[in-house]
């Protein structure tokens, strides 16, 4: 149970990043590479906020000026985070509409028979 | 508590594994939906409310509406 | 065999992150930084969420850039999307009229989720949400529209308008802060206000509701890039 | 005095702007890229006396620098944002004419945006802010890539994507494990902390790290993605993902092994890392024959052959390595700049469709073979000097296994030589059909440029080497990068 | 400014003007690039017999580059700048009638101007930097005719990078163990390099000359090249390009390395290495030049005894004696002269069949063109050793210098080279010259005069040099000394030594009184009839008119014999190596698959080899 209290959080984290890489290194279908890629994504950000837990912290807010500063998780990772999500579906949406252009072009999605720029 | 952290990854996990094996992409790009909400829920537990907000409303909701539009236009099967 | 090995490789990977892994014990690791931030960062910023002191105050400068990554990928999307239509014949797809129980609900849903999305980042230094979460929220309202009530459309214009406009009042209050603030780029040169109260915190309210209108306004861009490239 | 953050502010400001003045007047957007980066160029030789003295810190929002990100303009990073501004400057300029097609503004803020990332990477002194403007550029370049919209852009771009999304996941992994190893982001403080961790433990963020730029920076495992993009883009943007993209992102890897790092036992890792790129590009190059793909694996060659003279880590090297940047900047600039138009005119990247270009453009013509000449290190061009710089210091370490590897860095100028002399024989000695045109004056006038810095540089080296003299001390000597970060 | 600078500025500057010149007018050009060639030899024959350096830059990183001037550089510099000259007049009217003269003009002068700074130069900087100039320039001319000249030029540009790649990894490496470049201050430092970093110099810098001067594993690049340039600048490219590789042996092996002091100690690594110098030099002698004897191009032919003639330069040099020395460079001297002039006949029979140089479809053209025809023989009798000529003189104290070395197989090389030479140039003359004249070139003209002037000049100072040996020879022998050489007893008359010597006055009173009694012997004693060529028996059958000629299969039971054994393996081998690389490459580039599954692969692939490395020996 404290092998689980200690590790869930990175299991799920890099659980997600190394399903999302597998994703992507064995499927060929665009959608699903992408989807791949953003469920990497999820997973770095949970790895990340995993890593500024604190145990048995509170919320970083302050939700009146009289609390003085108990013991609170480490709000940097959460600004990363916040940053990194943003970034995430800002490439997402690229590389949707990328895939909407490279079906009127190719017909398929499949990344295997999209090979004409090689060599 | 942890138990049902545990299960709630385990869901997470599953539901990534599973877009691997599906074959309609529509239910794979609600998988991925799904392992976005349950993200969200851990990062509730992980005490970072800002991040679980951004996470539910783009990551599951607007994310996931991208990708159906983004369907809509290719297709919905993989070969 | 192609899974097989991938899978080989990702365990090795596997194998060094815990390893690295093992330095970094769950729940109990503890940041200098971090905790600075929390000391005191209403201090020095005004705000009491942190995250939002550390997002717009101690890392602006990241913001800026974050804003600048989904401007750039909305640009993207649209020259890419552009492209590829100058070259094709326009075709209008049909749409089928959607139900009117749908098309009243989304029309009295809309402002509502507006003014939500506004609450969300107007109150970013106090309460969970903040700017990006705010945009997200609107963008959603609008493409709850897009999807009941089918024929509305944004103005075009009126979304690259305000998109330029809020990130010019970003950069352009950075720059103030140069001018005025201490020489530095992004420092507060507005009072801070006392704690916990609307008008506080200096400029993170006024960041956060351009980072809130240009995320919503880029957002909604792209999705009606999209849904405009699908019909 | 300036102050260095003008050179992010200004840029993206008037990006921002971009749209407002486009509903104004048509025409002036296209001169915007053009004005940015002239300021911008301005303002860093303003700053080069200032710098030269001491590395400007600047703390944004005024908060002091391992709480508040800061911005590090040390003689490297200010080279590198002179760099930018003066290939984009020039690149810009050649653009007015070239881009003509297509969502012509989106273009002009996404080239600006390019390039802001960029001064971003070079000038920050945080790895989140870092990673931050590394998306900046990626994204842009993913997006400019498949500017024309044809089959080739799309299918590339999507690959580009895949490969740079996959490395900046990495790179974010690496930065979180960084994070909680020293639970700061300021390089600055990281490197002062890296001696109290026990060094196996950072060997996995560390390689996270240099994968995830690796990807960008095209060192050789990770740089498949380079020749398809860089042959699909259009000429322009080639131009700068070849002379400015790569060489930031081989910034970024330097900056985080060498001055973040500082750990001398993976220097010669790098080195033969940098070799085995050098080969494999410089090999591949001579395969192609399509010219725009030859010329993106000879920039995979390049790097390699920086990477290696950066690897060894004295002062000689990585001043020769750095010497060896601005060239492969200038000259890979003006053959991506005179290949397009060449391209433009006979409709194919056939090098066998160049043939006899030399009597219908003789200007770009000449560009071509100056461009080529310096790249392969002939004096009296600009290759030369950086060249000289890099054996040297590479003899002087005086190792066996080093004295071998510069045997293969001259063995692949061979290689080299041989692909661009077959290229410009073609141009000069081959017969050819088509009527004889210029390039516009746009076009010309950036290529004269380039020509005219070629020549200069390589007569009169000195000019540059003092610079990259102290460029390179601010590289590798990590104990002045601490203090004058962490006062 | 000293003589040095305002040359080299003269030589450079020209090569702009030329071209800016041609744009406008193009008898201004010609007229400009007479004069300024002209100037060039003035300015260089003022500069006799000064010595001096001077540092003209120091904007290359602080090392100072400079000029430096000698007997050596002087002697090479000069016949540079006369063969170039008369190149320039030469071409007036051989390239009048050709695209691109513009280029053409300005490219030799660079080719010149290149090499006059490569002799001029102080430090091994500026050698290395001129040199460059002077190869890629070389290289655009070279391919100037198009067609398989493009493929000629590749080959020799590679080979040339090769060779200065090896050069620079030679000049840094002095750079860096001496922290000096000048030449000058590296003869006095290399005396305490230990053996095994001279005979590292010397190999190093030997492949960057050897490749330049072509001898033999290294000369593949030279006979495709010297065919397919255009004509005047086959001859520059043979007689003085070719040549600076002589130029870089003497200044590496007796300046640099300063091999005179030590070359006879006993246990001297650089003895070693000109021994098997000498013997790389003697079997460049032999092979060549029975490989010139199977040519049917004239050009072809000229180019393989180029290379075999360059041989006996490498023989006398790498023997290192003063006698050998001295020779070696007077054969440099000679051989360019004669190799120029024999460029020059081709060329001239080339401008006026219209570009023929196949030597079975010409033939009897002595009558049509008589100077053509002197030109070329005397030509050849300087290339074979003819006495009264200069080739004769060289040879000599190469053979002298051989056989008093006793170094009998060399001599015997030598000799068999000279046998050679006289039977495949024997069929050249012939060929063009004699025998039967083809109908179709009835009616040629003399070349014309400025293709004629520099044949009598070159005509008549083979045998100034053949009569007059000591004009040259002092300046030689001025060379040899400042190597640390004994001085050689001359007189103008030729080589006075303890062991036979050299008088060609005496010779030359033998040879008119010979020649006068034959003349005397066939005038009083005549009793022929002259009969037309085709008056022949012919087994029966007619001759035909047009075309009779018994030169066709010329020592064609000698061919068979021989030309089994004289394939040009080494260019075999190179061309193998070129297409190993080919699909070395070809299958390199494969690995970019296309799909982009692999690609990520390659990085994750990447990252856990890494980490498994790291995990399993934990190297950092």
């Avoid at chain 3, 140069?178 to 801070?192: D, I, K, M, Q, T």
């Avoid at chain 5, 001096?52 to 430096?68: A, K, V």
Wanted: charged share 10%; glycine share 10%.
């Amino acid at each position: 149970m404290s092998f689980l209290q200690n590790n869930i959080y990175y299991i799920g984290a890099f659980g997600l990043i190394l399903i999302g890489l597998l994703i992507v290194l064995v499927k060929h279908n665009l959608i699903k590479v992408i989807i791949g890629l953003s469920i990497m994504d999820t997973g770095i950000n949970l790895f990340l906020i995993a890593i500024g837990y604190l145990r048995n912290g509170t919320a970083p807010i302050f939700s009146s000026p009289e609390v003085e500063s108990v013991l609170m998780v480490d709000p940097v990772p959460q600004a990363l985070v916040l940053t990194a999500i943003v970034i995430g579906v800002a490439v997402l949406a690229l590389a949707l509409s990328l895939a909407i252009r490279l079906y009127k072009h190719f017909g398929t999605l499949d990344l295997r028979k999209i090979k004409e720029l090689k060599w | 508590m942890i138990i049902i952290v545990t299960l709630i990854v385990a869901i997470m996990l599953a539901a990534a594994i599973s877009v691997v094996f599906f074959k309609d992409l529509l239910s794979a790009v609600i998988a991925s939906c799904l392992v976005s909400l349950f993200a969200s829920i851990l990062f509730l537990f992980l005490q970072a409310p800002d991040v679980a907000m951004a996470e539910a409303s783009i990551g599951a909701a607007l994310i996931t509406a991208i990708f159906m539009i983004a369907l809509r236009r290719t297709r919905r099967y993989e070969e | 065999m192609r899974s097989v090995f991938s899978l080989i490789l990702l365990v090795v990977i596997g194998a060094g992150v815990v390893f690295t892994l093992s330095s970094i014990p769950f729940g109990s690791t503890s940041s200098d930084v971090g905790e600075y931030y929390i000391d005191s960062g209403r201090a020095d910023t005004g705000a009491t969420n942190i995250v939002t002191s550390v997002v717009v105050g101690y890392r602006a400068f990241d913001t800026l850039g974050e804003v600048t990554v989904l401007f750039v990928a909305a640009i993207g999307l649209g020259a890419i999307l552009a492209a590829g239509r100058e070259n094709e014949e326009k075709k209008k797809a049909e749409w089928e009229p959607a139900s009117l129980v749908l098309y009243t609900g989304c029309r009295f849903l809309f402002p509502l989720i507006l003014l939500f999305g506004a609450y969300v980042f107007i109150h970013g230094h106090l309460t969970p949400g903040g700017g990006f979460q705010g945009g997200a929220i609107i963008a959603s309202a609008f493409l709850m529209v897009y999807l009941g009530c089918r024929k509305k459309r944004i103005s075009k214009t009126w979304a690259r308008n305000t998109e330029s406009i809020s990130g010019l009042v970003f950069v352009v209050t950075g720059l103030t802060g140069l001018a005025v603030g201490g020489h530095y780029f992004l420092s507060n040169f507005l009072p801070e206000g006392t704690l916990n109260t609307l008008f506080s915190a200096g400029i993170i309210p006024i960041i956060y509701i351009a980072i809130g209108l240009k995320v919503g306004s880029e957002l909604t861009g792209v999705i009606d890039d999209l849904i405009e490239e699908s019909e | 005095m300036v102050n260095p953050v003008l050179l992010i502010a200004v840029p993206l400001g008037l990006a921002f702007m971009v749209p407002l003045i486009d509903s104004a007047s048509r025409k002036l957007t296209r001169f915007v890229p053009v004005a940015a980066l002239m300021f911008n160029l301005i303002l860093c030789i303003r700053l080069i006396p200032a710098v030269l003295e001491n590395p400007i810190v600047i703390n944004l929002g005024g908060f002091t620098p391992p709480f508040g990100i800061n911005l590090f303009v040390g003689p490297l990073g200010l080279l590198f944002a002179g760099l930018i501004s003066l290939a984009g400057l020039v690149v810009s300029i050649y653009s007015l004419s070239y881009i003509k097609n297509g969502p012509v503004v989106k273009y002009h803020m996404l080239y600006m945006l390019l390039l802001t990332g960029a001064t971003g990477v070079v000038l920050t002194g945080d790895l989140f802010n870092l990673f931050v403007f590394f998306e900046i550029l990626c994204i842009s370049s993913y997006a400019l890539v498949a500017y024309h919209g044809d089959r080739a852009g799309i299918e590339s771009s999507i690959k580009y994507l895949i490969q740079g999304t996959v490395g900046s996941g990495l790179l974010l992994i690496g930065i979180g494990f960084i994070y909680g190893i020293f639970g700061t982001l300021n390089m600055a403080d990281i490197a002062m902390k890296i001696a109290t961790v026990e060094q196996s433990t950072l060997f996995v963020p560390m390689i996270l790290m240099v994968a995830g730029l690796g990807v960008e920076s095209a060192i050789f495992p990770l740089n498949a993605w380079l020749p398809d993009a860089h042959s699909s883009a259009p000429s322009s943007i080639s131009a700068i993902l070849s002379g400015i993209a790569i060489e930031v992102g081989l910034y970024a890897v330097a900056r985080i092994v060498f001055t973040v790092f500082g750990i001398s036992d993976i220097y010669l890792f790098f080195a033969f890392l940098g070799i085995l790129t050098l080969l494999i590009g410089e090999m591949c190059a001579f395969a192609q024959s399509n010219i725009k793909r030859m010329l993106a694996y000879s920039s995979i060659g390049q790097i390699g052959l920086i990477l290696f003279a950066l690897a060894l880590a004295t002062n000689n090297t990585v001043t020769g390595g750095l010497f060896q940047l601005v060239n492969h900047t200038i000259s890979k600039g003006l053959l991506f700049l005179s290949a397009g138009y060449m391209i433009y005119r006979s409709g194919s990247m056939e090098i066998s469709s160049l043939n006899g270009m030399g009597k219908r453009m003789p200007l770009t013509s000449l560009a071509f073979t100056v461009g080529a000449f310096s790249l392969v290190g002939l004096p009296p061009f600009a290759g030369f000097p950086g060249k000289f710089l890099i054996v040297s210091g590479a003899l002087l370490k005086g190792q066996m296994v080093i004295n071998i590897l510069v045997g293969l860095v001259l063995l692949s100028t061979v290689i080299e030589g041989t692909y661009f002399f077959r290229v410009i024989q073609a141009l000069y000695f081959k017969d050819g059909n088509g009527e004889r045109k210029r390039a516009p004056a746009t076009a010309v006038t950036a290529m004269i440029t380039l020509m005219i810095l070629i020549v200069a540089l390589g007569v009169y080296p000195k000019f540059l080497a003092d610079f990259l003299s102290s460029a390179s001390s601010d590289l590798l000597d990590k104990m002045s990068y601490v203090g004058s970060v962490l006062k | 400014m000293t003589g040095m600078e305002i040359l080299l500025l003269v030589a450079f500057g020209g090569v702009m003007l030329t071209y800016i010149l041609g744009r406008i007018s193009s008898s201004l050009r010609n007229t400009f690039a007479v004069v300024l060639s002209l100037v060039l030899v003035v300015i260089i024959a003022l500069m006799y017999d000064k010595t001096g350096e001077t540092i003209f830059y120091r904007g290359f990183f602080g090392i100072p580059m400079s000029f430096r001037i000698d007997a050596l550089s002087w002697l090479f510099a000069m016949a540079t700048s006369v063969l170039g000259c008369l190149s320039v007049i030469f071409s007036l009217s051989y390239m009048s009638d050709r695209k691109n003269i513009s280029f053409y003009y300005s490219m030799l002068f660079l080719v010149n101007a290149g090499m006059l700074g490569v002799v001029f130069s102080g430090d091994l900087l500026s050698f290395f930097i001129f040199w460059e100039i002077m190869s890629w320039s070389t290289f655009l001319l070279i391919s100037f005719n198009r067609g398989p000249a493009v493929a000629a030029g590749l080959k020799y540009i590679i080979m040339s990078i090769i060779g200065s790649m090896a050069m620079l990894a030679g000049t840094i490496s002095l750079y860096t163990n001496y922290g000096t470049l000048n030449i000058a201050d590296l003869s006095h430092l290399t005396v305490s390099a230990s053996p095994g970093y001279q005979l590292f110099l010397l190999i190093i810098f030997g492949v960057a000359f050897g490749i330049k001067n072509a001898v033999m594993p290294l000369h593949t690049w030279l006979p495709d090249a010297y065919t397919e340039a255009p004509s005047p600048f086959s001859a520059v490219l043979s007689g003085m390009l070719t040549r600076m590789g002589i130029y870089g042996f003497l200044l590496i092996i007796y300046v640099v390395v300063g091999a005179a002091r030590f070359l006879h100690a006993a246990d001297s690594t650089v003895s070693s290495f000109n021994y098997v110098l000498a013997w790389l030099g003697a079997i460049t002698i032999v092979i060549p030049t029975f490989i010139a004897m199977l040519q049917n191009d004239a050009k072809r032919l000229l180019a393989w005894h180029g290379i075999g003639q360059g041989g006996y330069m490498i023989l006398g040099i790498a023997f290192g004696t003063n006698m050998g020395v001295a020779g070696g460079i007077f054969h440099t001297l000679n051989h360019a002269i004669y190799i120029v002039l024999l460029f020059m006949s081709v060329a001239a029979i080339q401008y006026r069949t219209g570009g023929v140089r196949d030597l079975n479809s010409l033939g009897g053209l002595i009558k049509k063109m008589p100077v053509a025809f002197i030109g070329a023989l005397l030509g050849i009798c300087g290339l074979i050793g003819v006495p009264l000529t200069n080739g004769f003189v060289s040879k000599w104290m190469i053979y002298k210098t051989l056989i008093s070395g006793r170094a009998p197989f060399l001599a015997f090389a030598a000799l068999i080279g000279s046998w050679g030479t006289i039977l495949s140039v024997y069929k050249f003359l012939h060929n063009i010259f004699l025998g039967q004249l083809p109908e179709k070139y009835r009616d040629i003209k003399q070349s014309p005069f400025n293709m004629k002037l520099p044949i009598i000049v070159l005509s008549s100072t083979i045998l100034l040099f053949g009569i007059l040996p000591g004009l040259p020879l002092r300046v030689i022998n001025k060379i040899v000394v400042s190597f640390g050489f004994d001085s050689l007893n001359i007189s103008l008359w030729g080589i006075v030594s303890e062991s036979g010597m050299l008088n060609t006055i005496n010779l030359f009173a033998a040879i008119l009184a010979g020649l006068i009694a034959v003349w005397l012997f066939f005038r009083i004693g005549a009793r022929t009839i002259p009969v037309k060529q085709d008056d022949n028996y012919a087994a029966g059958a007619a001759v035909p008119r047009d075309r009779y000629s018994y030169t066709a299969k010329y020592y064609d039971p000698l061919f068979r014999m021989i030309s089994p054994y004289l394939k040009d393996i080494f260019n075999t081998f190179y061309m193998k190596i070129a297409d190993l690389t080919g699909y070395l490459s070809n299958g390199i580039r494969k690995i970019y698959t296309g799909y982009v599954g692999n690609y990520v692969m390659y990085i994750v692939l990447f990252i856990s080899l890494m980490i498994f490395v790291q995990m399993k020996w934990s190297p950092w």
